[in-house]
């Protein structure tokens, strides 16, 4: 198996999703797609009759890291070469997913990297950062704009604004969780996402882990689009749950 690939569910928009399994089955690759469904029912099991995808409903939603684990376990008994963690509001065109498998059959010593993303009006999202601290969190979230504008270069520096984009950068401390290309001989050595983490940055987590065994990599050759929309800027139910996986992170990784 070339690539295994795990895009978790939860009463997502059928469109938007339809366009993240499709991008991701347009390939001569071998590949096999895990649907792991946290919604509460199974209304999404008829998503796609493709026999290369594999639906899985998961009712008691453990979180985002835990139910891609499920994949990550099956990924591996199958020996597939990579793992992919794709978010349901992700798409590319045909094409993409040939050109991260050979950058990585070419960079053996890379166990982990990430396409350049764009917003769907074309917009670069700057989604390589430096490893977080806990004001870098606190700012980007709590602190109001006319306050927050004083710490931009900060926020540029977190954000690797000051980086070229155009370019490949190397040994990138923290790569977003939306699309994580991963090599799985590597994935066996880091161990899978911290299951304690409900949602939010346990992409940080596992790319610290990641860097500590292998190197890590934007690869801007390759370009997928992205939806996003920040739901812990506007829902206290996931604030709570990013404040929450801060904590265990921090106390994993230090406080300062």
């Known amino acids: 198996m070339d690539i295994t690939c795990c895009i978790v569910l ?9 366009d993240a399994i ?3 089955l347009k390939t001569s690759l071998m590949v096999k797609l895990y649907l792991i469904d946290n919604s509460p029912t199974n209304v999404l099991m008829d998503i796609c009759e493709d026999i290369r995808v594999e639906y899985l409903h998961n009712p008691s939603n453990p979180g985002f890291g ?36 050979s950058f990585m059959e070419d960079n053996l010593d890379v166990g982990h990297v990430m396409p350049k993303v764009l917003y769907p009006d074309g917009s670069i999202q700057y989604l390589c950062k430096t490893n977080p601290t806990p004001f870098d969190l606190f700012a980007r979230r709590f602190l109001p704009g006319f306050i927050k504008s004083r710490f931009k270069k900060r926020m540029d520096r977190y954000e690797f604004r000051d980086k070229d984009y155009s370019q490949i950068i190397y040994n990138v401390p923290y790569l977003s969780g939306c699309f994580m290309f991963l090599r799985t001989e590597t994935l066996k050595k880091v161990g899978k996402f911290d299951d304690r983490i409900f949602m939010y940055i346990e992409d940080a987590d596992l790319t610290r882990r990641f860097l500590e ?3 890590t990599a934007f690869f801007p050759e390759s370009i997928v689009y992205h939806h996003f929309a920040k739901g812990s800027h506007t829902n206290w139910k996931l604030t709570w749950y990013s404040i929450h996986g801060a904590i265990i992170y921090f106390n994993k990784w230090g406080w300062v």
């Open 66 to 101: 835990a139910a891609h684990n499920i994949a990550i376990e099956n990924a591996i008994k199958n020996n597939s070469k990579y793992h992919i963690v794709l978010n349901p509001d992700i798409y590319f065109s045909e094409g993409n997913l040939e050109k991260l498998f």
């Open 10 to 18: 939860y009463k997502n928009d059928r469109k938007v999703l339809s």
């Open 213 to 215: 065994v292998s190197k």
């Open 22 to 24: 499709n991008s991701f």
